[in-house]
């Protein structure tokens, strides 16, 4: 299974940024999907997840009503679409697929693979 993400750059507070993540390897309409973002000196944290039957998104609050996740199973693609950043947003955002088929989780360790990550740097 290989999750390549891309899409980070670095943007002006209120800017926005898509990120997107292509998989391989699996069966992509059977796996729930999910960022997460590590800040320097921070553990790593639940960003956004889409169930594996779309129709189901899950958000923590800080980036509730300014990102959206997204997926294309015909692409084997998910997206987060961010808006309104902040530099608090500013960390390494990771995509993943849940460890098991027809499973959707918000936390890390229901996740099996893993994207490499890609640097969103929000300025003030």
């Known amino acids: 299974v290989q999750l390549q993400a891309s899409g980070g750059g670095l943007v002006q507070a209120g800017g926005s940024l898509s990120l997107s993540c292509a998989a391989s390897?699996?069966?992509?309409?059977?796996?729930?999907m999910g960022w997460f973002r590590q800040a320097p000196g921070k553990e790593r944290e639940f960003v956004a997840a889409i169930s594996w039957n779309p129709g189901s998104t899950y958000y923590t609050d800080s980036v509730k009503g300014r990102f959206t996740i997204s997926r294309d199973n015909a692409k084997n693609t998910v997206y987060l679409q961010m808006n309104s950043l902040k530099p608090g947003d500013t960390a390494v955002y990771y995509c993943?697929?849940?460890?098991?088929?027809?499973?959707?989780?918000?936390?890390?360790?229901?996740?099996?693979?893993w994207g490499q990550g890609t640097q969103v740097t929000v300025s003030s």
């Open positions: 993943a697929a849940s460890r098991n088929q027809y499973y959707s989780s918000t936390y890390a360790a229901d996740f099996g693979f």
């Open positions: 390897g699996l069966t992509f309409s059977r796996y729930g």
